[in-house]
Nanobody, 122 residues
């Protein structure tokens, strides 16, 4: 079964940085647009960023624009999320997605990873 495996989560102080990684177990899975989402307790999972297969196009949620950078390395079937100037409100479980699309009601993903926790606290 095709899988997505996230890594890189952890605890950091406000203003700090983390880089999340997501590796797809199959090359086919990495041939899609890939992205990141996050969820905090009691809230719906929300879109963070997406990148097309070529890497030529990216799109970010307003809440992270200018602070987070999504990238990918197709030779490694991987996508990354560089998170800078982290804020306490960025604390969440971060999920990697593959085959990410906006179907009119917001971005969603066909395939999901298990998630990696990011905690921003002083």
């Amino acid at each position: 079964q095709a899988q997505l495996a996230e890594s890189g989560g952890g605890s950091v102080q406000p203003g700090g940085s983390l880089k999340l990684s997501c590796a797809a177990s199959e090359r086919a899975l990495a041939s899609y647009s890939m992205g990141w989402f996050r969820r905090t307790p009691g809230k719906e999972r929300e879109f963070v960023a997406v990148i097309t297969y070529s890497g030529a196009h990216t799109f970010y949620a307003d809440s992270v624009k200018g602070r987070f950078t999504i990238s990918r390395d197709n030779s490694k079937n991987s996508v990354y999320l560089q998170m800078d100037n982290l804020r306490p409100e960025d604390t969440a479980l971060y999920y990697c997605g593959a085959d990410v699309n906006n179907l009119g009601s917001g971005y969603t993903s066909r395939y999901w990873g298990q998630g990696t926790q990011v905690t921003v606290s002083s």
